[in-house]
């Protein structure tokens, strides 16, 4: 294993350097710096995942530290301590270097094997990579939407889901808080579009994965962030699920098993509690628009207060066990 040995001629001997944006420079230094692809692709792309993670859930933790943004937060009695927080980030890291550090290195290798550039430039544009990457939203969110339903099967959720299911008031940090049998079965979906791309059509490149997996992970800590802003992408895009639609599984237990996008349960009918929830808040706040706020508040509390023991209802059932009493957080 040797660093610093290999040269641009090494890995580029007919590029054109002079037609390479900043960009794909600091790409080729990186590779030549390093010396080694496997070493510098694999290295490279952990560092992506921990920097986005950690970046995005970083102010989803200094709002929930600010009294100013209850107002949007979708259950603001439940705002987590730091220390539920660092208990999160300690089982978080866990997975990342137990599981997904081993499955990130080893995607390269395998997806290089069947047509995946890594170190070569240019880059594909961004007209290339855009349907790309929609393909892989698509793709995920229909895995996720069956592997989540699957993993709500009382063995399967007793014994693995269970955990991620802690939070009935989930935090950004809280993403990617699960069991590692899930975290490899949830993450098949992230990858397993891309490997399925790169083996038939032999033309993709890592920087479209990098992009993906960034957007991926925002999706999903912007989904478990717990507030629902009026600029939130679900007010802009329809179909979109964002935090307000999963808020509601947390809370409820059942309904809305998607990541991304709202039409697969709404197809197979499995937002029906949701959309129920939703109206009966509606029609009560309709009914008390001369209230005051906190009045308004209260009656909103009251029936997310029935959602919440319904769904404690039906995960004891699932787990096969008596009923429990309402979970703190």
């Known amino acids: 294993m040797s660093f610093n040995t290999t040269t641009p001629v090494d890995l580029y001997p007919t590029t054109d350097f002079s037609s390479l944006n900043w960009f794909e420079h600091q790409w080729v230094a990186w590779y030549v710096t390093i010396g080694n692809p496997i070493i510098a692709t694999g290295l490279m792309s952990f560092l992506l995942h921990e920097i986005v993670y950690f970046g995005r859930a970083l102010p989803w933790i200094i709002i929930d530290a600010i009294p100013y943004f209850r107002k949007w937060k979708l259950q603001a009695n439940k705002v987590p301590t730091p220390a539920e927080q660092w208990e999160c980030t300690k089982l978080v890291l866990f997975s990342h270097f137990t599981i997904e550090l081993p499955t990130i ?24 990579m855009a349907p790309q990457v929609a393909f892989f939203f698509f793709f995920e969110d229909l895995f996720h939407y069956l592997a989540h339903q699957m993993l709500h099967w009382g063995p399967l959720y007793k014994h693995i889901h269970k955990i991620h299911h802690k939070y009935s008031a989930p935090f950004g940090l809280a993403a ?5 049998a899930e975290v490899m079965i949830l993450g098949t979906g992230t990858i397993l579009g891309p490997l399925l791309y790169c083996y038939f059509t032999r033309d993709f490149h890592i920087v479209t994965m990098y992009l993906w997996i960034t957007l991926r992970l925002f999706q999903a800590i912007d989904a478990h962030s717990g507030y629902d802003f009026p600029w939130s992408l679900q007010h802009i895009v329809p179909f979109w699920s ?13 309904n809305n098993f998607s990541t991304s996008f709202r039409w697969w349960d709404r197809i197979f009918g499995t937002d029906d509690k949701y959309l129920q929830y939703r109206a009966r808040v509606k029609a009560a706040k309709a009914s008390m628009k001369d209230a005051s706020k906190e009045q308004q508040d209260a009656i909103e509390a009251k029936l997310m207060a029935e959602v919440e023991a319904e769904g404690i209802r039906a995960e004891a059932e699932a787990e096969g066990s008596a009923p429990k009493t309402l979970k703190v957080q």
């Open 242 to 254: 964002g935090a307000e639609h999963h808020d509601f599984h947390h809370m409820a237990f059942t």
């Open 176 to 180: 990617e808080y699960a069991h590692p």
């Open 105 to 128: 290195w080893l995607f390269h290798p395998l997806a290089e094997s069947i047509g995946m550039s890594t170190y070569q430039v240019p880059f594909p544009s961004l007209k290339t």
